[in-house]
């Protein structure tokens, strides 16, 4: 596709109930970040792919969050037993090349009631 | 570990005068750098980039940066402000000795006043 399409584009979910987030990047992409955003918070890295190398998963808070990438292409962000601190818009960006700059989707914005 | 720096968390500037948001970054082997724009609700916009060729980087809306080595700096300028360049910027760097991974700025508001 032209951009970086995430869905949905906000999920409310209650407490402790697990959700999957979607990241289509643009095709033939091979890099791909997921970064989370809090109220007034900057971004915080959450974890990186990048072609066939093992994910750098650093950035994930806990055991609760997981990733994955099929097929080099399309990515979930899955997040068990959700917590209100979850709560955040998730972002997914690609890119071809990283200093060609990263693409970024519009986000999902989580809710956790 | 390496880092970038924007020395302003809050900008605010009058309509038809200077912008001036100041980046810096950590010392480090030809790294790539980038300033994203946030607008109120929406995403990550790219204004610019520098990948080593000219120092000077012209982007989108009228925005300039400079990449400074000596001064480890990459600051962004746009001559006039507009009302519609309100809005959160990061200034975005990335370390290839580091793996390649992006790592954010903590982000300027700028607030544009009429």
């Known amino acids: 596709g032209a951009g970086v399409s995430q869905s949905p584009s906000n999920k409310v979910t209650e407490k402790g109930k697990d959700v999957e987030l979607r990241c289509d990047p643009i095709s033939g992409h091979t890099a791909l970040y997921w970064y989370r955003q809090s109220l007034g918070q900057g971004l915080e890295f959450l974890i990186y792919?990048?072609?066939?190398?093992?994910?750098?998963k650093s950035g994930l808070p806990s055991d609760r969050f997981s990733a994955e990438r099929t097929g080099g292409s399309v990515s979930t962000l899955t997040i068990q037993r959700t917590q209100q601190e979850d709560s955040a818009v998730y972002l997914c960006?690609?890119?071809?090349?990283?200093?060609?700059?990263?693409?970024f989707g519009s986000g999902t914005r989580l809710t956790v009631v | 570990a390496q880092s970038v720096t924007q020395l302003d968390s809050h900008v605010s500037v009058s309509e038809g005068t200077p912008v001036l948001l100041r980046c810096n970054y950590s010392s480090s082997y030809s790294p790539s750098l980038f300033w994203y724009v946030q607008h109120p609700n929406k995403g990550l916009q790219l204004l610019l980039k520098?990948?080593?060729?000219?120092?000077l980087v012209k982007g989108i809306n009228g925005f300039e940066a400079e990449f400074k080595k000596s001064e480890t700096s990459f600051h962004l300028t746009k001559p006039s402000a507009h009302m519609s360049d309100a809005a959160e910027y990061f200034c975005?760097?990335?370390?290839?000795?580091?793996?390649?991974?992006?790592?954010f700025g903590q982000g300027t508001e700028l607030s544009v006043k009429p």
């Open positions: 792919f990048q072609g066939n190398s093992a994910p750098d």
């Open positions: 975005v760097v990335i370390y290839y000795n580091q793996g390649g991974k992006l790592i």
């Open positions: 520098y990948t080593s060729a000219a120092t």
């Open positions: 960006a690609s890119s071809y090349r990283g200093r060609d700059g990263y693409t």
